[in-house]
């Protein structure tokens, strides 16, 4: 595996349900961080993990939990979501301060 | 605060046609700026970054970008577009020694025949 990976692809689950999505980067970076991508708005920055401490949490709900075991994984449990967080769910790593994130192809979550 | 604006939400440019995109960024310094593409139900993928130095960056795929500190832009090009071109196209503007990321809200790019 190369780059930055992410699993599932797709997920459909529903609100009382508990997932967990998956990220793993390959590139030796020590940053890494979620995103979550809905139709018709920016990119929403969700987490931020440096040298596995958690530095950034833009206000997100609380039914998103983050982890970030070593510097090359990192999850984002999910439960009793709502239909609203239905959307393309990203992660990306970076080395260092220079910001150059490699994204993974994303989770595509449908919250039913 | 950073912030990025892409005025266009949608183009459609002919193949083999020149293009252009717009980014104009809000940073009270240099900023690091960047262009990222995305293929339909995929990630993004960098075309190119401006860090410092020369203002025209070469990036993949043929495009390039130029950085004007006096406009505050950092506009996408590319001389010749391809069908396989065809997706949507992100700027996004960091802060020094910061790993934040603001992006905008993106173009989508339309190849015609």
């Known amino acids: 595996e190369t780059g930055v990976t992410q699993t599932p692809r797709h997920l459909v689950m529903g609100m009382t349900n508990k997932k967990s999505l998956k990220c793993e980067q390959h590139l030796g970076h020590n940053a890494m961080y979620w995103y979550k991508q809905s139709a018709k708005k920016p990119l929403e920055l969700m987490f931020v993990?440096?040298?596995?401490?958690?530095?950034e949490n833009n206000s997100v709900p609380s039914r998103f939990s983050p982890e970030c075991p070593n510097s090359s994984h990192l999850f984002l449990h999910l439960h009793t979501l709502q239909p609203e967080d239905s959307a393309l769910y990203l992660c990306?790593?970076?080395?260092?301060?220079?910001?150059?994130?490699?994204f993974g192809p994303g989770t595509r979550l449908t919250v039913l | 605060a950073q912030s990025v604006t892409q005025p266009d939400i949608h183009i459609t440019v002919s193949e083999g046609a020149s293009l252009e995109l717009r980014c104009n960024y809000s940073y009270g310094a240099t900023p690091y700026l960047f262009w990222y593409v995305q293929s339909p139900g995929q990630g993004l993928q960098l075309l190119l970054k401006y860090f410092s130095g020369d203002t025209l960056v070469q990036g993949i795929k043929g495009f390039e970008a130029e950085f004007k500190r006096s406009q505050s832009s950092f506009n996408l090009r590319k001389p010749s577009v391809h069908w396989s071109d065809a997706a949507e196209y992100f700027c996004a503007v960091g802060a020094h020694g910061f790993q934040k990321l603001v992006f905008g809200t993106g173009t989508r790019l339309l190849v015609s025949p």
């Open positions: 990306a790593s970076s080395q260092g301060g220079r910001n150059e994130q490699f």
């Open positions: 993990y440096s040298l596995e401490e958690r530095v």
